[in-house]
């Protein structure tokens, strides 16, 4: 992810509402548990019943640890708080659940404390800045990825996929899928033995030619996403579509049809099921 440059007002203003956000979090899951439960206990259990709710819905401590960091912090996430509340708001439904980030950045304590007891893993390309972070933040799951593409080959990558039949929708996989080049093929395995629910693209960087580009990115978001087994869509999160590169890429494998909500340089796409999808002979 991008190093982003704020002023201290700006800055300010963005940790307090960060700090918000996380807290409001955590009182709707209290919330939410407390009213589904009130109705499945007597009046009689009610006092065991608040006991238990507080047991095992009190803050985390990774979000205590978010709450402090942005509340005391002058380095705040690239991302504006509009854009952030549309991943939150499908994380307020979804959560606890399995959120995928590529990238790892000043947003990354942010994103685990807004999935609490959920399962958070980053993906990042700078092996020094990971250990920048985790040192900072050693609870953080975050792993190293290699890409084998880099930002000057877009254009060419966009024009000859389709010659590549394993990275057609019907025989594209990822793992060990060493002939189709947008595939992620050296991803940890817990990558590609979960299912995930919501995926977010702010990452590998693509702002120079020899960049890797978030092309591979995208292209393995989809394949995930249409492999899903599990119930429901796939929401996917793509910063950054101001960018050509980005947004090409989206409109060729994430899909127009699948838009839901653009706000800012957000686009959030949920991504049905290749069992459920209505594609043609391609991706859109």
Not at 117 to 129: A, K, R, S, V, Y
Not at 159 to 174: D, G, I, N
Not at 215 to 237: N, Y
Request: with cysteine.
């Amino acid at each position: 992810m991008k190093r982003p440059q704020f002023t201290p007002e700006k800055s300010c203003l963005l940790a307090v509402a960060l700090s918000g956000l996380i807290i409001g979090a955590f009182l709707l899951s209290h919330l939410i548990w407390s009213v589904d439960n009130i109705s499945s206990f007597g009046l009689c259990s009610l006092a065991s019943a608040k006991a238990r709710a507080a047991a095992d819905y009190e803050a985390t401590p990774i979000q205590l640890q978010s709450i402090l960091h942005y509340a005391t912090s002058k380095i705040v996430p690239q991302q504006s708080l509009a854009e952030i509340s549309v991943t939150f708001d499908v994380l307020k439904t979804r959560s606890p659940c399995n959120l995928l980030v590529f990238g790892l950045g000043f947003d990354s304590l942010m994103w685990t404390s807004l999935n609490p007891h959920g399962n958070t893993l980053f993906l990042e390309e700078d092996p020094q800045w990971v250990q920048t972070i985790v040192k900072k933040v050693p609870t953080l799951n975050a792993h190293t990825v290699q890409y084998r593409t880099q930002l000057q080959e877009a254009d060419s990558l966009l024009k000859t996929y389709r010659s590549e039949p394993f990275c057609s929708p019907s025989k594209a996989y990822l793992r060990g899928n060493y002939k189709c080049k947008l595939a992620l093929t050296g991803l940890p395995d817990e990558v590609y033995d979960k299912e995930w629910d919501l995926i977010m693209i702010d990452a590998p960087k693509g702002y120079f030619p020899e960049a890797p580009g978030r092309m591979a990115a995208i292209f393995s978001a989809v394949v995930m996403a249409r492999g899903r087994k599990g119930s429901g869509v796939t929401h996917v999160f793509l910063h950054d579509v101001d960018r050509r590169v980005e947004k090409m890429f989206a409109e060729e494998f994430l899909c127009r049809k699948y838009l839901v909500k653009a706000v800012g340089r957000l686009w959030h796409f949920e991504i049905p099921a290749a069992n459920v999808s209505q594609s043609g002979g391609w991706f859109c």
